[in-house]
């Protein structure tokens, strides 16, 4: 009997040594975050905001952003310059730039990679073909010097979003597709998928779905190596468990907590927060086809009685940054503008005026997730002062969006991220609708709320085709005030991209786009 | 004994087909689109189309189910539309940890229910009775993502006995893929330190799980060995002078352990429920992850794979559990 109990107390004992000698080394980075989004590591198939945060450390674009979106600054590409009226762009590829595997970066590998992810025609691949809709538009012109020829006359502005966008624009290395591809698969989709053809900073070691995604320093890297020679990103699904893990050293940055730790964390010692607004919007839409909601001065009576302060300080707990206008802060041509804030008496006597005087019947409809759950709930009250009596339905994402998508809701609590760092990614989603029908040649969110309005819809066409981007600005500055003033949207909040790490670690610089984080300038003191 | 068995795997065979099949169907009529599920919201309809069309989605319902039944008897269980993998592979990959997981959890709730409905039997009436079967009933009426963050508040926070989450620290790297069950796989490549720090990596998420198990165990161990104390052949042998330790332990609860043994063959399919949740607190790369995480995105194939797997799991242990009896039992007869 004596004997087992020595046995199990030297077992417990040897399980339950305190943690000595279980600090994260020096030379490597260790970042939480819930990465259960990530399926596919091929730059082709990128879309989620997480994936593209690994793309980003595994490969290289042609051209690159300064930490404001509004600076392009070179990549891969040392310069370019614009052929003709803008429509052809020549790029200079820097020479002796080495991939991963050794071999250089040359204009084949640039037009290799724009075809295969031209021909896999993935999902996100629409940011790419919309303007060059096929390899012919991709011309080698000698080893280091390339064309792209867009189907209208690009800005610069214009050239770097979409040249810039992550993933689908990444240069790839021809010979490791060579060397992985199959009968069944001659892009060598299924190799890539869990393995990198990069020439970014770093290189991926290994990616465990619903685990860590390992990444190894390149040392030959063009513009140096990396400051932290290893990084190490675990999958932490729950929010408290980041902050539990940032507190107790199981990791040195934390991707995703909640406000309320985050506010914690600015005043604790031996932390440091960061905080930098997000590239999305998260707003409330009326379907203008669902009665009353084709009334403008319903929608103008529902915009100002929703308590935007409530939303912003008590929901989102400081989190997000008030915003009315869908170019959000950080993105060329946002308009500063934000008319709109709680005025019941205003809202009653706009609903007199649209002949609604003892209110109407709606509902909202939400994902049963925090913060739009309780946004929802939120309006839900707002509206009951004026009169408006809505019930809350909450949907699962695939369900919410099947019902958007099909244009069947009435008031929708919902978000939008943008897709690449130009207000042209949000133009057309958010003001092109001359036909409410099957047949409109873009079907986003004003078709969705069917809000049809074809002289503004010229106005976003033509926008699309001004090459001079002052003018350009310009006009997105007006489409936003037109949408602003008679859009099926109230738009409520840019959230604040917010991250909290161990003030050892020095050097991170918060994007507005999170998938734009750069892990190789990071080091540990 | 053989016809008993090959009737049992007769009906194991009918129950999964049956689950198979209305899983199938009612993943259908959810009013929901999957490639809405998977896409960003702000992906094109154009985007959609064209997913939808490589998912096969795009084809009458029972053109989908006939491809579907055709393909499990071909052994594929298809692909899945989130992680774009084939299902059976995403099963293989995830299953190791929770059975790594679910097993020990397993052992730890059967220790530790087994001790306490013992004492509990013994100290009738008494405190430590109470006290056992409120500590069982606590595990049982917590939710795990409640109980396993105080446990890591406790032992790993204020403590730091035991590491808080994942499989193993995240700076190390893992030992070569050979089997997939890691803590196996760190033995094969003598990685005797690496060992031991995986094994404390277990202990909470496997006490978080083995807890819920607790209860149940305590409970039936408890009323099975009281019902046993008063048998004729207790009372002989504790006439004959033996030990009370060893009236208890070798001829009390050896009798008293068929119930028991089926509460424990039944919680080894419910660990798998309840390991959802401790693998998202835990940040276990688990079955029950992948499970909650197919379900939410409408991942049709993953979901059937993930619930034929469960169906067949439960069968099976039924079926170990029924064969069981007659070893532990003599006088049980199969018909």
């Known amino acids: 009997m004596l004997k087992k109990v020595i046995l199990c107390s030297v077992v417990l004992g040897l399980l339950a040594l305190p943690a000595l000698g279980q600090a994260i080394p020096k030379d490597t980075l260790v970042v939480g975050a819930d990465m259960g989004i990530i399926v596919d590591l091929d730059p082709s198939r990128a879309y989620e905001v997480f994936t593209n945060v690994v793309i980003e450390q595994l490969y290289d674009n042609l051209v690159d952003f300064e930490g404001t979106f509004d600076v392009i600054k070179p990549a891969l590409a040392e310069s370019w310059e614009a052929l003709d009226d803008g429509t052809t762009w020549r790029f200079y590829i820097r020479k002796g730039v080495p991939f991963h595997s050794g071999n250089e970066v040359t204009a084949d590998a640039v037009v290799f990679s724009f075809t295969r992810a031209l021909a896999l025609d993935f999902a996100p691949i629409w940011m790419l073909d919309q303007y060059v809709p096929t390899a012919d538009n991709i011309k080698k012109i000698d080893d280091y010097t390339v064309d792209v020829t867009f189907k209208i006359p690009f800005s610069e502005g214009l050239m770097g979003a979409i040249m810039g966008v992550q993933g689908i624009c990444g240069i790839i290395d021809p010979s490791v597709v060579e060397a992985h591809k199959t009968g069944d698969d001659p892009w060598a989709n299924k190799w890539l998928q869990f393995h990198d053809a990069g020439s970014g900073p770093y290189k991926l070691v290994e990616w465990l779905p619903n685990d860590r995604v390992v990444l190894e320093g390149f040392n030959d890297y063009w513009d140096g190596p990396p400051e932290t020679k290893n990084v190490t990103i675990i999958d932490i699904p729950e929010r408290a468990q980041q902050r539990v893990a940032l507190e107790n050293g199981t990791i040195d940055l934390a991707w995703n907590l909640l406000p309320e730790a985050i506010d914690e964390f600015k005043t604790k010692e031996g932390f440091t927060v960061y905080e930098t607004p997000s590239w999305s919007i998260d707003y409330v839409a009326m379907n203008a086809g669902m009665e009353p909601f084709g009334n403008p001065l319903v929608r103008k009576a529902i915009k100002y009685a929703i308590d935007y302060d409530a939303i912003v300080e008590g929901i989102m707990s400081g989190a997000a940054i008030v915003g009315q206008t869908f170019i959000p802060t950080g993105i060329p041509g946002h308009l500063e503008a934000t008319p709109y804030h709680k005025d019941v008496e205003k809202a009653k006597q706009l609903l007199v005026d649209a002949g609604y005087p003892d209110g109407f019947s709606t509902q909202i409809v939400c994902q049963p997730t925090s913060p739009r759950k309780d946004i929802a709930v939120q309006v839900q009250q707002d509206l009951a002062e004026i009169g408006v009596e809505a019930e809350v339905v909450q949907l699962i994402a695939a369900q919410m969006y099947t019902l958007y998508r099909n244009q069947a809701h009435y008031i929708i609590v919902a978000g939008w991220g943008v897709d690449y760092g130009h207000g042209d990614s949000l133009v057309k989603p958010f003001a092109h609708c001359c036909s409410t029908g099957a047949d409109a040649p873009v079907r986003q969110l004003k078709w969705r709320n069917k809000s049809a309005n074809c002289p503004l819809t010229a106005v976003v066409d033509a926008s699309e085709a001004e090459v001079d981007e002052a003018k350009k600005l310009q006009m997105y500055e007006y489409i936003q005030q037109e949408v602003l003033d008679d859009g099926p949207f109230a738009i409520l909040f840019y959230p604040l991209n917010q991250f909290a790490s161990a003030d050892y670690v020095k050097d991170f610089v918060p994007m507005f786009s999170e998938s734009y984080t750069e892990f190789c300038g990071i080091y540990k003191e | ?335």
């Open chain 2, 1 to 335: 004994m053989i016809g008993y068995m090959v009737r049992r795997l007769l009906w194991m065979v009918f129950v999964i087909f049956g689950v198979m099949t209305l899983t199938f169907f009612i993943a259908r009529v959810i009013p929901a689109d999957p490639v809405a599920a998977v896409l960003p919201s702000n992906a094109p309809d154009e985007a959609i189309e064209k997913e939808r069309e490589r998912m096969g989605l795009n084809k009458p319902i029972w053109v989908q189910y006939g491809r579907y039944i055709s393909g499990i008897l071909r052994g594929d269980f298809g692909v899945s539309i989130r992680t774009r993998q084939p299902v059976i592979e995403d099963l293989i990959r995830y299953f190791p940890a929770t059975a790594e997981l679910a097993l020990t959890s397993l052992l730890m709730g059967t220790a530790i229910g087994l001790t306490l409905g013992v004492i509990s039997a013994v100290k009738q009436g008494k405190i430590a009775d109470h006290a056992g079967r409120v500590f069982a009933i606590w595990g049982l009426s917590m939710p795990a993502f409640f109980t396993g963050l105080m446990l890591v508040i406790l032992f790993s926070h204020l403590l730091r006995w035991f590491p808080q989450l994942g499989q193993m620290p995240a700076y190390l790297r893992r030992p070569p893929h050979i089997t997939g069950f890691l803590i196996l796989d760190t033995m094969i490549a003598g990685n005797w330190r690496l060992v031991v720090t995986e094994l404390r990596h277990l202990v909470l998420p496997a006490f978080t799980l083995g807890w819920l198990s607790t209860a149940s165990i305590v409970r039936i161990t408890r009323s099975s060995m009281l019902e046993v104390f008063p048998e004729e052949y207790i009372k002989t042998a504790r006439m004959k002078g033996l030990r009370e330790s060893r009236v208890v332990l070798k001829h009390a609860l050896k009798n008293a352990m068929l119930p028991t043994i089926t509460v424990i063959g039944l919680r080894v399919a419910s660990l798998l429920e309840g390991a959802v949740l401790t693998e998202t607190v835990f940040s276990w790369p688990g079955l029950g992850r992948y499970g909650v995480s197919s379900f939410l995105s409408i991942d049709f194939p993953a979901v059937v794979g993930v619930t034929i797997f469960i169906a067949f799991l439960y069968s099976f242990c039924n079926l170990i559990v029924d064969l069981l009896y007659g070893y532990l039992n003599p006088k049980i007869r199969y018909m």
